[in-house]
């Protein structure tokens, strides 16, 4: 009889639930011998006592400072009125996450998921029932009402493709690192990029907080307008393919990340202008490296057509208009290892997207010139309050060597000739001219500050 007891007590230790619990929250580096479940050894990552996916937690989505949202006759509705790229290290939290942080440990065998949805317990934030019943009216699915009026917010998850919505989508997480024990590791820079589209839409009170007439408005409302979770063995996690509202297992403490515009943009609503055209390639003519060396350079013009309504403010003072030129993403990281930044965030060449690579002619870039005088280029579209005209790459919309061209009511139409350089970097670091193709790409970018 007692061996029976004995064997019995055997079979509920091996399958007590407290052994299933495979995927553990990682709160801290401990020592090189550690083996607490919520640790991690130096050299394994980054750890903290992170705090998860709170109201106010969110970082920044990349989006400008500031949008504006003017009359429908000029900005039709479902006009795009900002787009950016955000990796999950940036706008997971207030601070940002390093890449190497550690959120979870997880045995080998477990299969391990990043979950995504809207958060569709609420009215201005993905709500469940309807949420994105204006972007459908305007032929924008799973664009989701914002506590702003007349403006929509559609975030994309870039590892799938998928758009958030109001029920929860998953991915697999595969390929991650090991730590000493043996665990697979979740760390920051295995969540998804996430892209954030701003779009004017009709007014609809039931979906709007903040009045359509406030002239400048930070959203202060504090609700995320979207979650990530992690789905592992021993975490509470929402039910994939089910909606969100009243499916929120782990919130908030174990989800790593809210999405929103929480204290990060400010939506103003004042007259303004428009791009209209842009030339869309410039093309060099070939030039040596000796040529290069002995201050040769390339020079084309491209012209810029833009629109203004009657009462816009040329200027980069606040509530006014600016023209800048945005450099890609690719350019950015180079000028940053060139040194070709300035203190308030312009840049002062454009070089190749794929800088370094092989090919890619290195030590030259593209400057640009309007009305004789070189540009700062932007890095950011955030506005330029505070910061004098130029420094950040913004300038009045109305240049000196701007053209009218027409009128038609109350709106102005205007074009204007840029000239695009090729030369050898004369900032910076300014390393050694090499032969082969520049590939640049910019955006001519027209907002209120």
Not at 270 to 287: D, E, G, L, M, Q
Request: aromatic share 10%.
């Amino acid at each position: 009889m007692k061996s029976v007891v004995r064997l019995l007590s055997l079979f509920a230790m091996v399958f007590s639930p407290v052994a299933l619990a495979t995927c553990y929250k990682v709160t801290s580096v401990g020592r090189p011998g550690t083996t607490a479940n919520w640790q991690i050894r130096p050299g394994e990552g980054t750890a903290s006592a992170w705090r998860g996916a709170c109201g106010a937690c969110n970082g920044s989505l990349g989006l400008p400072s500031v949008v504006n949202v003017s009359d429908s006759s000029f900005q039709p509705h479902a006009t795009l009125l900002a787009s950016a790229v955000a990796p999950f290290t940036q706008y997971g939290s207030v601070a940002g996450f390093d890449p190497e942080h550690v959120l979870f440990r997880c045995e080998q065998q477990d299969e391990v998921y990043e979950m995504f949805s809207t958060n569709g317990n609420n009215l201005y934030s993905g709500w469940y029932r309807g949420g994105d019943s204006v972007g459908n009216t305007i032929g924008l699915q799973h664009a989701y009402s914002t506590a702003w009026a007349n403006v929509l917010l559609r975030l994309t998850h870039l590892d799938t493709g998928q758009y958030f919505t109001s029920t929860w989508n998953e991915r697999r997480l595969t390929g991650l690192d090991r730590d000493s024990r043996g665990y697979q590791l979740v760390k920051a820079k295995n969540l998804s990029a996430v892209r954030a589209e701003l779009f004017s839409a009709p007014y609809n009170r039931r979906y709007s907080r903040y009045a359509p007439t406030a002239p400048s408005t930070l959203y202060r409302y504090a609700q995320p307008a979207a979650y990530i979770a992690i789905k592992g063995p021993g975490i509470g996690s929402p039910r994939v393919g089910q909606p969100h509202f009243g499916n929120y297992a782990g919130w908030f403490r174990n989800w790593p990340g809210s999405l929103g515009l929480y204290n990060r943009v400010t939506l103003k609503r004042y007259p303004t202008c428009a791009v209209t055209s842009v030339t869309s390639h410039v093309n060099f003519a070939r030039i040596s490296v000796e040529e290069i060396n002995t201050g040769a350079s390339r020079e084309v013009p491209f012209v810029v057509a833009f629109k203004c309504q009657q009462d816009a403010v040329s200027s980069t003072a606040p509530n006014a208009t600016a023209l800048g030129i945005k450099v890609s993403s690719g350019s950015l990281a180079a000028s940053s290892s060139l040194g070709l930044i300035n203190q308030n965030g312009g840049v002062s060449y454009l070089v190749s997207d794929r800088y370094g690579q092989p090919g890619i002619a290195q030590g030259v870039g593209i400057r640009i010139s309007r009305g004789g005088a070189a540009m700062n280029l932007l890095t950011r579209e955030d506005s330029a309050e505070g910061i004098a005209s130029g420094a950040r790459g913004w300038y009045p919309v109305i240049g000196a060597s701007s053209n009218l061209t027409g009128s038609a009511n109350g709106i102005a139409l205007y074009s204007e000739v840029f000239h695009a350089r090729l030369e050898k970097l004369q900032v910076g670091t300014q390393p050694a001219v090499t032969a082969g193709r520049v590939e640049a790409t910019a955006q001519v970018v027209i907002r209120v500050q």
